[in-house]
C-alpha cells in the first residue's frame, strides 16, 4: 500500500513546485461544540489542527500541473479523519465556485472517512451540497478529475470521489461507501480496494504516486483541449489489405482473418499520446471496447473502439459515458467499428444488452459534437451501428457492414448452410456495395 500522504503533501504529489496558491477560507461562525453542542467537540477540533497544522478536513487552492492550471481540493485525513462537516462545505463550496468564475478544471485528492459524527444531519447535508456544486460545474463544460487516495469511504467516495469524471487511485487505497468500521463482518476486504474497484469499472487508473504528477498532467491537457468542436476529425487510414473484395463472402473471409488490424493498432497510428477511461460504473468492464481521450493533429479526440469481439453491455456503456464526457467538453469523438454483433448470451441479457444499446445510440444521436466513425472489420448488425456516426461513417477496404452475419440470415431465410455465400453476396455488405448504398461516405485509402 502506498504510504499515507497529508493534504499539502499530496498536493506537492502532482503540482508544479511553488505553483500552489492556497484560497483563503470562507469565514465561519460556529456554536460551542458545533451544532450538536456534542460535549468535547471544540477540543477534539483544536487537537487536530495541533497535530496537523490545518483549520479544517481539506485545503482548497489553485495551482499549475504541467500546462493547466486547476483548482485543486486536497484532504487531511489526520483531521478527525477527513470528514466533511459544514465549515468543509464552506471551503468546497468556494473552491468550485472559484473554478467556474476562472474557467478551471477541478482536481480533487481524497482521503475521507465520509461525514462527521459530531455535527450529525448538519454534517450529512454536505453531500447536497457538494453534489450541487459538482452538477453545477459539470453543466458549466468543466472537466473534473479525483485522485482517490487512502481511504475513501462514506459520502467523500459517493460525491467528489465517484462523480468525478475521471478517476484515478493510488495503489492499494480502500475505496467504497462502506467504510472499516460499518461494513458486515464476512466482507471480502479486497472488494474495497483500487484494484478491485478498477476490475468493476468504477475507476479509470491505479497509479504510483512516482507517476501521479505526470499522468494528472497528461489528463488535465486532453480534458482541457476542447476547441468547441467544430469540424469533424478525419478518420484514420487503413492499415490492412488495399484491394476491394470480389463478393461478399470474399470481404467476409478477409474481414475474419486473424492477422487483420485491429482497434489497437489504429489508435496507435492514429494518436500521439492517449490516456483510456475504463468502465460502465455500473460494476461491469469489456476488454472488447477501447475508450478514451488522444492527441490527434494537435486536436483532442475522444474515441471508442471495438476489438473484434461481441460487445458486452458494459462496452456499450462505458461508450455512451465517453460520449457524453465528450460532448460536454466541446471535444470531437472518433468510433472505430469491429464486431460480429452485440454479445447474445444469457449473461449479456442480465447485464442489460438491450437497454445499453439503447443508452448508446441515444448518445450517438443527441451529440452536439461532431462524430467520425471508421469501420476496420466486421459491422454487425445493430451491435455495430451503434456505434456509428451517421451520414459519417467511413470504411476499409478490409471491413464489412450486413444486417446479420450471413450465415445467421441464412438459417433465418430457412436456408441451407451451402448457400451463405450466395447470401452475403445478396446482402450486399462489401465495402463498395456500402458506399453505393448510401451507407458509408467513402472508402479510406490504405497507408
Request: with cysteine.
Amino acid at each position: 500500500m502506498t504510504e499515507r500522504l497529508s493534504a499539502r503533501e499530496a498536493i506537492a504529489a502532482v503540482v508544479d513546485e511553488g505553483a500552489f496558491l492556497e484560497l483563503p477560507a470562507p469565514q465561519a461562525v460556529s456554536a460551542p461544540d458545533g451544532p450538536l453542542a456534542w460535549e468535547g467537540y471544540d477540543a477534539a477540533r483544536a487537537r487536530a489542527e495541533e497535530r496537523t497544522g490545518e483549520q479544517e478536513s481539506v485545503v482548497c487552492g489553485t495551482g499549475r500541473i504541467g500546462a493547466t492550471e486547476a483548482v485543486l481540493i486536497s484532504f487531511e485525513f489526520g483531521f478527525l479523519g477527513g470528514s466533511l462537516g459544514e465549515r468543509t462545505g464552506d471551503r468546497l463550496e468556494a473552491a468550485y465556485t472559484h473554478a467556474r468564475e476562472r474557467r478551471l478544471p477541478v482536481v480533487s485528492l481524497i482521503a475521507t472517512g465520509g461525514s462527521r459524527m459530531q455535527e450529525g444531519m448538519r454534517a450529512l447535508l454536505q453531500l447536497q451540497r457538494v453534489a450541487r456544486q459538482s452538477a453545477l460545474t459539470r453543466a458549466a463544460g468543466l472537466p473534473q478529475l479525483a485522485v482517490v487516495r487512502d481511504p475513501t469511504t462514506g459520502g467523500g467516495w459517493a460525491t467528489l470521489g465517484a462523480g468525478a469524471d475521471v478517476v484515478l487511485a493510488l495503489p492499494g487505497a480502500q475505496i467504497g461507501f462502506a467504510g472499516s468500521r460499518v461494513r458486515p463482518a464476512d466482507a471480502d476486504p479486497y472488494a474495497y480496494t483500487a484494484e478491485a474497484q478498477l476490475a468493476a469499472g468504477h475507476i479509470d487508473a491505479v497509479v504510483s504516486q512516482d507517476e501521479l504528477r505526470a499522468a494528472v498532467g497528461r489528463w488535465l491537457r486532453l480534458l482541457t483541449g476542447g476547441d468547441g468542436a467544430g469540424e469533424a476529425v478525419p478518420p484514420p487510414a487503413g492499415l490492412g489489405g488495399g484491394e476491394p473484395p470480389i463478393s461478399g463472402w470474399d470481404a467476409v473471409i478477409r474481414t475474419r482473418a486473424p492477422g487483420r488490424p485491429r482497434a489497437e493498432a489504429y489508435a496507435e497510428a492514429y494518436f500521439t499520446e492517449r490516456e483510456a477511461i475504463v468502465g460502465d460504473r455500473c460494476g461491469g468492464t469489456d476488454p472488447g471496447m477501447l475508450c478514451g481521450f488522444g492527441r490527434h493533429a494537435g486536436r483532442t479526440v475522444a474515441y471508442a473502439a471495438q476489438c473484434g469481439t461481441p460487445t458486452r453491455p458494459a462496452g456499450y456503456r462505458t461508450a455512451a459515458r465517453l460520449i457524453r464526457l465528450a460532448d460536454r467538453l466541446g471535444i470531437p469523438v472518433l468510433t472505430l467499428v469491429d464486431t460480429p454483433g452485440a454479445a447474445n448470451n444469457a449473461e449479456a441479457e442480465r447485464m442489460g444488452a438491450g437497454g445499453a444499446i439503447a443508452d448508446l445510440f441515444a448518445a450517438m444521436a443527441t451529440a452536439r459534437v461532431p462524430l467520425t466513425t471508421l469501420l476496420i472489420g466486421e459491422g454487425g448488425s445493430g451491435g455495430a451501428l451503434a456505434l456509428s456516426a451517421p451520414d459519417n461513417t467511413w470504411a476499409t477496404p478490409d471491413s464489412y457492414f450486413s444486417v446479420i452475419a450471413p450465415e445467421l440470415a441464412t438459417a433465418i431465410l430457412k436456408r441451407p448452410p451451402g448457400e451463405t455465400r450466395a447470401t452475403a453476396d445478396q446482402l450486399r455488405l462489401r465495402p463498395t456495395d456500402l458506399v453505393s448504398l448510401g451507407v458509408v461516405r467513402g472508402i479510406v485509402p490504405v497507408e
